[in-house]
């Protein structure tokens, strides 16, 4: 059985999971946190969760898991079937992550844990996070998932990255990441309706102490 190895609190670890539930996959969770032990990196080459354990080994990387559950060809497509609308569905989940998700990663430490970040690190997380959010203005279709009429990949990558960057925007420049964008706003308000959606955020708070613990013990 496949089994997913990562902790609730870690949004690349949601995004498969979510996509394990909503294909409807068997599979087991596994909780450990990323680190840099011999024991971690043998089966996370960068040290990072999430990571899938399949019958065949160890698979890192959310986007390579995510495409490894969709060639399994079983349970629910989170992607269309005719390649150019699946290349496009990809070129989403790129430009939200890189224009969107790292840019507001650079910033956890000071939105989320209080830890100050370089001022210049803010500058430029700021400007690309603008540009990031309009490219998604300009490429989303948001009908009403981001990529058309049905939910897939790239809204894993959009509701477990724009929650966060927006706490950044709000809490490090005082800006709505989302004002004049109401179809991103409805949709993530869409699914946060969505049963195992709220499963996943029930499991996040409930992992927050612990990990909140685990970063002191880091520190
Ligand atoms: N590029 C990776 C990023 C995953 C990632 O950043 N994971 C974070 C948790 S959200 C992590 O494991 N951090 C632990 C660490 O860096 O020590 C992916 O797509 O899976």
């Given at each position: 059985m496949l089994r997913l190895h990562?902790?609730?609190?870690?949004?690349?670890?949601?995004?498969?999971h979510l996509a394990l539930l909503e294909k409807g996959l068997?599979?087991?969770?596994?909780?450990?946190?990323?680190?840099?032990?011999?024991?971690?990196?043998?089966?996370?080459p960068r040290g990072k969760v999430p990571v899938l354990q399949t019958e065949h080994g160890y698979l890192s990387e959310t986007g390579a898991i995510l495409d490894y559950l969709e060639d399994l060809g079983q349970g629910r497509p989170l992607l269309p079937a005719e390649p150019f609308a699946r290349a496009q569905v990809r070129a989403l989940m790129r430009e939200i992550e890189l224009y969107i998700e790292l840019p507001a990663r650079s910033c956890y430490a000071e939105a989320f844990f209080r830890?100050?970040?370089d001022a210049a690190i803010k500058d430029k997380a700021r400007g690309e996070l603008m540009a990031g959010i309009a490219t998604l203005k300009r490429h989303?279709?948001?009908?009403?998932?981001?990529?058309?009429?049905?939910?897939?990949?790239?809204?894993?990558?959009?509701?477990?990255?724009?929650?966060?960057?927006?706490?950044?925007?709000?809490?490090?420049?005082g800006l709505d990441l989302l004002e004049g964008f109401?179809?991103?706003?409805?949709?993530?308000?869409?699914?946060?309706q969505n049963p195992h959606v709220q499963m996943i955020a029930a499991q996040k708070e409930a992992g927050m102490a612990e990990f909140m613990a685990h970063l002191r013990s880091k520190a």
């Amino acid at each position: 059985m496949l089994r997913l190895h990562g902790f609730a609190v870690s949004n690349y670890y949601n995004m498969v999971h979510l996509a394990l539930l909503e294909k409807g996959l068997a599979f087991e969770t596994v909780e450990v946190y990323g680190s840099q032990s011999e024991e971690f990196l043998a089966i996370s080459p960068r040290g990072k969760v999430p990571v899938l354990q399949t019958e065949h080994g160890y698979l890192s990387e959310t986007g390579a898991i995510l495409d490894y559950l969709e060639d399994l060809g079983q349970g629910r497509p989170l992607l269309p079937a005719e390649p150019f609308a699946r290349a496009q569905v990809r070129a989403l989940m790129r430009e939200i992550e890189l224009y969107i998700e790292l840019p507001a990663r650079s910033c956890y430490a000071e939105a989320f844990f209080r830890m100050p970040v370089d001022a210049a690190i803010k500058d430029k997380a700021r400007g690309e996070l603008m540009a990031g959010i309009a490219t998604l203005k300009r490429h989303g279709r948001f009908a009403p998932y981001v990529a058309g009429e049905r939910f897939g990949l790239a809204d894993l990558y959009f509701l477990y990255s724009l929650d966060l960057a927006e706490v950044v925007a709000q809490r490090l420049f005082g800006l709505d990441l989302l004002e004049g964008f109401p179809a991103a706003r409805a949709l993530l308000e869409r699914l946060q309706q969505n049963p195992h959606v709220q499963m996943i955020a029930a499991q996040k708070e409930a992992g927050m102490a612990e990990f909140m613990a685990h970063l002191r013990s880091k520190a």
